[in-house]
């Protein structure tokens, strides 16, 4: 099962859909943030949705007004383009993991499953989070460590991540957590092994480098006055910004 958008009503709402208008989903997901806009949307209306995540193509709408396109949303314009699209009357984007995803085991995502060190978000990703781990050297570890997690252990902890995968090769999440266990007492534990995960999701998936290419093309997609609604990713709060 997918996750119920947050803030549904008030993301949509922020959107000003015209009946007739074109818009974009860019993390379709499950479908709630698409679902409501159809219902917004007259006959003449279209919605075009973006989801690199395989298993999101279970949950396409069946609507002649609704394209779902199997491609993450770096690539916005060039697939709009192919479908004869230049312009649109606004885009939504809600940033981040799904629950879908943390809840299956087997991606990798979630702290509360023993799985391989995985965490992509689509099979096609060149990397896993078996190859950060596993292959990037010290300088570079550390710097995903600090820079996407905020661990202020990050030097300490790159450092016996290469000591340990130097014994053997470092294969599952559970692994990884009795690795770095000493640097998590018992009061911060969730905590900072979250912030271990989102740092090595992060750099697997370059979301960083992914939302600044979306986002210098949206000036170029949009009709001036109109608006991008966003949820920045790892936040749990509402920012919309007129463009």
Known sequence: MYHNPVLLQESIDGLSIKENGIYVDVTFGGGGHSKEILKRLGVQGKLFAFDQDEDALDNSLDDNRFTLINENFRYIKQFLKFYGIRKVDGILADFGVSSHQFDKAERGFSTRFDADLDMRMSKKNNISAYDV???????????????????????????????????????????????????????????????????????????????????????????????????????????????
């Open 133 to 243: 781990v596993n292959t990037y050297n010290y300088d570079d570890l550390r710097k995903v460590l600090f820079n996407y997690g905020d661990l202020r252990n990050a030097n300490a902890m790159a450092a016996r991540i290469i000591a340990k995968r130097e014994e053997a090769p470092i294969q599952t999440t559970e692994q990884l957590k009795d690795i770095l266990q000493q640097f998590m007492p018992k009061s911060k534990e969730h905590k900072i092994l979250a912030q271990i995960y989102q740092a090595i999701r992060i750099e697997v998936n370059q979301e960083i480098m992914v939302i600044e290419e979306f986002l210098v093309q949206t000036p170029e997609i949009l009709d001036a006055g109109l608006s991008f609604i966003g949820r920045p990713f790892g936040k749990t709060v509402y920012t919309g910004w007129a463009i």
